[in-house]
C-alpha cells in the first residue's frame, strides 16, 4: 500500500476519521528555476549537471550573486529544498578561484556535521580539485589535528569545538584565520535561549580573532522557518543580513492531519493515551509497509514506543520489523549506525526525539507522526518536513495528549495554520553569559584600552570588575588574563550543566561498558536510584547514581513497567526591577529557583497504570533566573480556604504552564510557572512565572506586558471545557486539584482579568 491508498483508507475509515479534527491538504508547488551566473567555474557546474542539477533552484542563484556581491545573507526554506548548496556553491567557487581560502562550517550537532561533510567529499571528488574538506570536533583523531590546522580548506565543526577547541588555540589555526572568507552557520533556529547567547558572544570573540588576523570573512546563515530569520541571525553575529526567505524548490502534495484520542470516561473528560494511539497508527503504517517516522516528546517515550513496536509487529516467522529508536545520550558509534541504516532506506520505521528535527539525511521516509504537539509551530513544520522530502505524498499526523496546550492546537487549527512560526529570542548581554566570555576572550587575546566586545558599551565596567577579582590585571594599555585556570573548560554553551553524567551497564560482573550520557539537570529525573532507564528498547535498574562522580550504574532488568519522577520547584524573590501595585500586584525581577526529585511513581508499560511509588534522595539543584510574579490581596485570599486555595492554584498554574507557550510563541521548556499558598517574599498567594534559564532571555518580562490576554484566554478555556470537577486538559486531574478547585481557579482568573485589566 502506498502512501496515497492508505491515506484514502484512512480517510474512509470511521475508526480513525471519527477523531480526526483536521485535514488540510496543501498542494504541490512546482520549482522555480535561474541559471547560472556568468563566469560561474566550469568544473564545478560540470559535476553539478551530472548530478541532474542543470540549472538552480531560484533561492541557491540569489544566494551566490549575495555572496558574489559581499553581502552577509540568511536562507530561509523549507527542510529538504537544497539549502547546502546555498553556502556550498559559493564557498567552493571561492577556493577554486583562490586556493589560499577559507571556510569554517558551524553546525548544532556532530551528526550533522559529519552528514554535510559527506556531501562535500562527494562533490569535491567528482571534481577532482585539490580542495580539502575535514570536520573537526572531540572525535576527531589527535594524530589528525595538526593537518586539518594547515591544510584543510572548509573546516566543518560545531560551537562547542570552537569555543573549547579552536578559538583557545588560535595561535595554531594562523593558516584558518589569516585566510578565512566564509563563516557558515546552519540551522539557526537551534540557537535560541541559553544555546544561542552563548553562541552569539563565541561569534564575538571569533569575529575579534579575525580582526586581530586581518581577515574579515562573509557570514551565510541557514534556517528552518522562524519569525525572525534576519533579527536572529543579525543578532547572532553582530552584521547586517540580508534575506532570502522565497523558495524556489518543488514541494509535494502534503496531507495535515490532527487527531484527537477519543474521550474513555466523559465524566472526567479524560482522552485515550497520546502513546497508545500514536502505537496503533504506527503499527497500521508498519504493516502495510510505510516508510515513517515518529516523533515524541521525550526520550522515555521513544523508548516505550520503539520496544512496543519491536514486540508487537512481528511477521508470521516471528521475525521483527527494523524499528530503530534515536535520541540523545546514544554514543556516537550508535547514533552513526541509525544514521547510515536511514541514508540506506534500510529501516521501517524510526522513532525519535527532536534529535531528528534537525537536516541530518534520512531518506526516503513518507509518513511523520507526532506523539503530542512538538511545543513550537516552528518545529512542528521542521518535524514535518523529514518526511516527503523528495516529490509524492506525504502526510503529517499530529496526535494530541490530554495537555490543555495540545487541546488548544487542536480545537484551532486556523490558530496553527494562521499564526507565524515563533519567535527566536537570545539575550547575549545577559550578564552571568556575557563575563563567562570575557573570561575567554581576555585568555584568548588581550584586550586593548578603548576596545568594546562586540557592541556591550559597558565594556570598560566589566572589565574592571575582572580586575577588582583578580581575573585579570591592567598594565600599561592592555588587560591580561591572570588566572591560572583555563576559563572555557568549564563554561557550557548549552546549559548550566558544567559535566554530562556517564550512565555505565554493569549487567555482566567485571564487564563495565559506558552505553549513553545525560545533562546535570535531567539526571534526577530519569536516573535516580531503582529508575527504570531505557535504552534501544532495553530496561535497565539504575542500581547507583554517584552525583559527585557524575555517573549512574545500571543493570539490565525485564519488567512491564517504567519509573516517572515528580520534581518540587520553590522560588524566592532577590530582586524586584519593577512593579505594579494595585489591587492584583504585579511585579518582575531576579528569582532563585530550586528544584529537587522528592519520589517516583511506577507506570505499568501497556496501560500508563499506577504501581506504586517510591522516595528519591538526591541534592537540590539551584538557580537565578528572571520572572514575573501576581499576588491575590487578603480580601480575596480570605474567602477561600488554604486547602482550597492550594486547589485552585495547582489549576491555574497548570493552564498558565501549557497555554502561555502560545502566546509567548516559545517551547514549553523555556518557561515554568511556580505558585506559592503563602509566598515568604509577597506574604501572600502569589504566581509566579520564569525563565527556564540562567539569568532569563526576556520571557517573563513579555508576560508582563501580556498577561491580562493570557488569563482572559485561560479563563475562557476552563469555562469551555465539559469536565464537572477537573481533567488533564484544563486544570489537572480532581485528585490534584481537590473538591471545587476548578471553580474557584475560573474564580481567581476572573479576579486575575480584572485586575491587571485596570
Given amino acids: 500500500m502506498n502512501t496515497g491508498q492508505l491515506l484514502d483508507y484512512l480517510k474512509h475509515n470511521p475508526d480513525f476519521a471519527s477523531n480526526v479534527t483536521h485535514w488540510q491538504v496543501m498542494p504541490a508547488r512546482p520549482a522555480k528555476y535561474d541559471d547560472y551566473p556568468d563566469g560561474f567555474d566550469p568544473a564545478l557546474r560540470a559535476v553539478l549537471e551530472s548530478r541532474g542539477v542543470k540549472r538552480l533552484y531560484s533561492h541557491q542563484r540569489r544566494a551566490l550573486d549575495l555572496a558574489q556581491a559581499g553581502k552577509n545573507f540568511v536562507v530561509i526554506t523549507p527542510t529538504a529544498s537544497g539549502k547546502t548548496m546555498c553556502y556550498n556553491l559559493p564557498v567552493l567557487s571561492e577556493i577554486l578561484r583562490d586556493n ?14 559529519s552528514d554535510q561533510v559527506a556531501e562535500l567529499y562527494e562533490i569535491i571528488k567528482a571534481m577532482d580539485a585539490p580542495i580539502k574538506a575535514f570536520t573537526f570536533d572531540g572525535d576527531t ?20 569545538m570552537l569555543h573549547a577547541g579552536i578559538l583557545p588555540h588560535h595561535t595554531k589555526w594562523v593558516k584558518l584565520f589569516e585566510n578565512l572568507k566564509y563563516i557558515v552557520i546552519d540551522e539557526i533556529h537551534a540557537y535560541r535561549g541559553v544555546f544561542g547567547s552563548n553562541l552569539a558572544n563565541v561569534i564575538r570573540r571569533l569575529k575579534r580573532i579575525c580582526e586581530f ?94 520496544r512496543r513496536l519491536k514486540d508487537q509487529c512481528r511477521n508470521a516467522l516471528g521475525e521483527a520489523p527494523n524499528v530503530r529508536a534515536y535520541r540523545g545520550g546514544y554514543l556516537p558509534s550508535l547514533r552513526h549506525q541509525i544514521e547510515q541504516e536511514l541514508r540506506a532506506g534500510q529501516v521501517d520505521i524510526v522513532v525519535s526525539t527532536n534529535a531528528l528535527e534537525l537536516g541530518i539525511d534520512i531518506g526516503r521516509l513518507d509518513v511523520c507522526v507526532l506523539c503530542g504537539y512538538p511545543g513550537t509551530i516552528a518545529s512542528t513544520w521542521q518535524q514535518a518536513g523529514r518526511a516527503g522530502r523528495r516529490q509524492g505524498v506525504s502526510a503529517l499526523i499530529m496526535v494530541a495528549t490530554s495537555s490543555p496546550l495540545d487541546q488548544y492546537i487542536i480545537a484551532h487549527p486556523e490558530y496553527f495554520f494562521s499564526q507565524p512560526p515563533e519567535h527566536a529570542l537570545i539575550n547575549p548581554d545577559n550578564l552571568y553569559i556575557l563575563l563567562n566570555h570575557f573570561k575567554c576572550a581576555a585568555y584568548e587575546l588581550p584586550f586593548e584600552d578603548g576596545e568594546q566586545f562586540g557592541d556591550v558599551e559597558a565594556t570598560p565596567e566589566l572589565l574592571e570588575y575582572l580586575c577588582e577579582q583578580n581575573i585579570l590585571n591592567h598594565v600599561g594599555n592592555r588587560y591580561y588574563w591572570t588566572a591560572e585556570e583555563f576559563p572555557q573548560a568549564g563554561i557550557s554553551l548549552r546549559s548550566a550543566s558544567d559535566q554530562n553524567f556517564l550512565i555505565i551497564d554493569i549487567s555482566v560482573p567485571g564487564k563495565r561498558r559506558v ?100 522516595p528519591v534522595t538526591l541534592p537540590e539543584l539551584e538557580m537565578q533566573t528572571t520572572a514575573c510574579w501576581w499576588t491575590l490581596p487578603d480580601s480575596i485570599a480570605d474567602k477561600y480556604t488554604r486547602e482550597e486555595l492550594q486547589g485552585a492554584m495547582v489549576g491555574i498554574s497548570h493552564i498558565i504552564e501549557h497555554i502561555a507557550p502560545v502566546f509567548l510563541m516559545c517551547s514549553p521548556r523555556d518557561i515554568g510557572v511556580v505558585y506559592h499558598v503563602r509566598d515568604p517574599f509577597t506574604n501572600r498567594p502569589t504566581l509566579f512565572l520564569y525563565d527556564n534559564c540562567a539569568g532569563g532571555v526576556g520571557l517573563s518580562d513579555r508576560v508582563y506586558e501580556m498577561d491580562d490576554e493570557l488569563f482572559k484566554e485561560a479563563r475562557r478555556m476552563l469555562m469551555d471545557c465539559p469536565c464537572a470537577d477537573g481533567c488533564p486538559s484544563c486544570v489537572g486531574p480532581p485528585s490534584d486539584v481537590g473538591a471545587g478547585g476548578k471553580r474557584i481557579a475560573i474564580e481567581l482568573l476572573g479576579e486575575l482579568t480584572n485586575a491587571v485589566g485596570t
Fill in 100 to 113: 589560499e581560502s577559507r571556510a569554517l562550517y558551524l553546525f548544532p550537532t556532530k551528526a550533522l556535521s
Fill in 515 to 614: 552505553i549513553g550520557e545525560m545533562d546535570r539537570f535531567t539526571v534526577p529525573m530519569l536516573l535516580h536510584q531503582y529508575a527504570i532507564y531505557l535504552h534501544e528498547g532495553r530496561q535497565y535498574q539504575v542500581e547507583e547514581l554517584d552525583f559527585d562522580d557524575k555517573k549512574a550504574y545500571v543493570r539490565a532488568v525485564d519488567v512491564d513497567y517504567y519509573t516517572d519522577a515528580n520534581l518540587t520547584v520553590t522560588m524566592k524573590v532577590l530582586d524586584v526591577f519593577r512593579e505594579k501595585p494595585g489591587v492584583m500586584a504585579k511585579a518582575a525581577g531576579e528569582v532563585l529557583v530550586s528544584s529537587i526529585v522528592t519520589l517516583f511513581k511506577k507506570m505499568k508499560l501497556d496501560t500508563q497504570e499506577n504501581l506504586g511509588w517510591g
Fill in 213 to 306: 588576523y586581518g581577515s574579515h570573512p562573509q557570514f551565510i546563515c541557514c534556517s528552518a522557518t522562524i519569525a525572525n530569520p534576519r533579527e536572529l541571525a543579525e543578532r547572532l553575529t553582530g552584521r547586517p543580513m540580508e534575506l532570502i526567505a522565497e523558495s524556489g524548490a518543488p514541494t509535494g502534495e502534503k496531507h495535515v492531519i490532527f487527531y484527537n484520542p477519543p474521550v474513555v470516561n466523559r465524566q472526567l473528560n479524560i482522552r485515550d493515551s497520546a502513546l497508545k494511539q500514536t502505537f496503533g497508527i504506527s503499527r497500521l503504517l508498519l504493516k502495510n509497509g510505510v516508510h515513517s517516522i515518529v516523533f515524541a516528546r521525550s526520550r522515555l517515550m521513544v523508548e516505550v514506543l520503539a
Fill in 141 to 160: 583523531p589527535v594524530s589528525a589535528r595538526k593537518a586539518i590546522r594547515q591544510a584543510g580548506h572548509i573546516v566543518v565543526t560545531n560551537p562547542d
